[in-house]
């Protein structure tokens, strides 16, 4: 059996589900009834984990605890391009025959294979619902209690279906295993998945008489008594659906969950339980922090280049060479004796432009000298021009030109030499080596913390005791630069509640505490996705009335624990499944600058048994 095969961890457990299901596959391979035309094909079994569950993105499903097999027909494909990968994590039924094989076997089986079938490849596809229900009903024979060989309880088996092999297009079906403390199987719950779209608009879905009608006709005995719940799921911004916060993008989700659903596709009551998940990434160009990220990232490059010697510097060409921009900077305390933080000047256009940069992230206007230059030295093309810089500034710090003022927490050392001139002891640094690069990140770090710092606090999200744990006088120039990276993705989170949200401030405050505590107590993380509930305001409901649902979902449950049987409609923008998908036709498909987009039925039908 190959290694792969398995899940990792507890592997004692997988030990006897290994020799579980060989039991299982060998009964498959021989089936009963003398029913040999069904194994004229091969087929493979998977282990999958729980991230590739059928029904992950399909419902709130808590007792996904496990891996699950999943069950496919093997078929041999000619391929202009054959590569030498195999299957990882697969078991072949033929392999069963006659027992195990050492993996050294099946090393030199395929490799013949490979060698005799020149040009073929491998491919996994689905089988028909007649296999599938054939494959589902010895996997429950092989469990129930009843029969003399019953087996322990083992992953659930599930098979994906050609749904054009039923009416229903069936997709998946699977069945899940109950056991006691003891490990002793007591019943089974069996699924059945199907998958409509793309459907052009909300005239082509059932109404919830239909649905319900639907439900009802599966239980028995008959019982009116049925409870339904609605979910919904919308996209303000990023993938759209939540199975995607694997994408390199920022992405703000509402979700919404409600009692008592009175037509299909009805928007989230006003009592509706309301959550919004976030994932900050920094990097997106459309995120008003975005310069603010450019130049975190210039700090980075040259923290990081203290430690391997290498810098990148700016490529770009500067229409005034930057020691004339610095000279002229150091003219302008010389002449005026100006002895107060120079204002901030917006070098880039593009930045006076940008109305949601301006109004959501106001730029600072109290930097203090070391500050100010470090916005001058941004722009430095290489080695020399930033030794010619600082020698300019340090000739006329010792001179005595200029007394320029420097914030009392700014620790820098460029910030020393400026409180030492003040008392005409300065000594000029030798400037060679990684000094000049060293001076220049401090101040980039003391400038950018002083950033951050300066809009949490305006905005009054949170304290500077609060942030103290971010604004270390004692830490390495890693160590803030990991800690600034932490607060630049508070920052993107809450400049896109700004954004697209409008949040209340005490939910920005919350969110703000939220990812404060996460952050001190975890690595830095961009994929890190926060959730924070939400009432149902009047920022949530301007989503709801402006936007289609991304998901929308019924759960229908009847009956008690012994006979508990369970429907579920989802209606998504997105198919769940490709092999399901029908041709598309002239319908762009999840097309974002669309006002409407094509719909796709999902449903499950779930019924649970408990063996007698």
């Keep these: 059996m190959p290694a792969a095969m398995m899940v990792p961890e507890e592997e004692n457990q997988e030990e006897m589900d290994n020799e579980d299901l060989e039991t299982l596959l060998q009964r498959l391979k021989c089936g009963k009834n003398g029913d040999s035309e069904l194994f004229q094909d091969e087929y493979r079994i998977q282990l999958l984990p729980k991230s590739q569950h059928p029904l992950c993105n399909l419902t709130d499903r808590t007792a996904q605890k496990g891996s699950i097999y999943l069950l496919q027909r093997e078929l041999q494909v000619f391929s202009e391009h054959v590569t030498s990968e195999s299957l990882e994590g697969v078991m072949d039924m033929n392999s069963l025959q006659g027992g195990m094989e050492t993996d050294e076997m099946n090393d030199s089986t395929k490799d013949e294979s490979m060698e005799d079938k020149p040009g073929m490849v491998t491919e996994l596809h689905p089988v028909s619902v007649k296999e599938a229900r054939y494959f589902l009903s010895l996997y429950a024979m092989a469990h129930n209690p009843a029969a003399a060989d019953a087996q322990p309880a083992v992953f659930p088996l599930w098979v994906k279906v050609e749904v054009q092999s039923s009416r229903e297009r069936v997709c998946y079906m699977g069945s ?17 998945v199907t998958a409509k779209g793309p459907l052009p608009t909300s005239a082509n879905l059932p109404t919830l008489d239909v649905l319900q009608k639907r439900h009802r006709a599966r239980v028995f005995p008959p019982n009116n008594n049925v409870v339904n719940r609605g979910f919904a799921q919308y996209d303000v911004f990023g993938t759209g659906s939540q199975d995607a ?16 659903v009175t037509s299909v596709l009805q928007l989230p009551p006003y009592n509706s339980d309301t959550v919004m998940h976030i994932r900050a990434v920094p990097g997106d160009m459309k995120s008003a922090a975005y310069n603010i990220y450019r130049e975190l990232q210039t700090l980075t490059g040259f923290v990081e280049g203290l430690k391997t010697g290498e810098v990148l510097w700016c490529l ?26 120079a204002i901030q000047k917006v070098q880039n256009e593009a930045d006076i432009n940008s109305p949601m940069h301006s109004m959501l992230l106001p730029p600072r206007k109290d930097l203090d000298f070391t500050e100010a230059l470090w916005e001058k030295l941004l722009g430095c093309s290489g080695y020399q021009e930033l030794l010619d810089c600082l020698h300019l500034v340090c000739t006329a710090l010792q001179q005595g030109k200029i007394q320029p003022m420097v914030h009392r927490s700014n620790q820098s050392e460029l910030a020393c030499l400026v409180r030492e001139s003040f008392k005409g002891t300065m000594r000029a640094p030798e400037l060679d080596g990684s000094l000049p690069v060293r001076l220049l990140a401090e101040i980039g770090v003391e400038k950018m913390k002083r950033d951050y710092t300066h809009f949490f606090i305006a905005e009054e999200l949170t304290t500077l005791s609060q942030l103290s744990a971010y604004l270390k006088t004692d830490a390495s120039l890693e160590d803030d630069l990991t800690l600034l990276h932490k607060l630049h993705v508070i920052l993107e989170m809450v400049a896109a509640c700004k954004a697209f949200l409008d949040l209340p401030h005490e939910n920005l405050r919350t969110l703000l505490g939220m990812a404060l505590q996460h952050y001190g107590n975890h690595p830095h993380d961009d994929g890190h996705t926060f959730q924070l509930p939400l009432s149902a305001g009047a920022c949530v409901k301007r989503v709801y009335e402006r936007s289609q649902a991304a998901m929308w979902r019924l759960e229908q449950m009847s009956g008690g624990k012994e006979d508990q049987v369970t429907s579920v409609s989802q209606i998504s923008t997105r198919p769940l499944y490709e092999h399901a998908v029908c041709a598309l036709g ?16 999902t449903t499950v039908q779930q019924s649970r048994v408990y063996f007698t």
């Design 245 to 260: 916060t694997g994408d390199n993008q920022t992405s703000v989700l509402i979700e919404c969950s409600w009692k008592d």
């Design 316 to 341: 770009e060409e500067n229409a005034t060479p930057l020691t004339t921009t610095v000279n002229n900077f150091i003219q302008e305390f010389t002449e005026l004796h100006v002895k107060k933080p």
């Design 586 to 601: 002239d319908m762009t498909l999840g097309d974002p600058m669309a006002d409407t987009q094509p719909y796709f039925l």
């Design 176 to 192: 899940e295993l109950h056991s006691n403390r003891k490990g002793q199987v007591t019943g089974m719950s069996t699924f059945t």
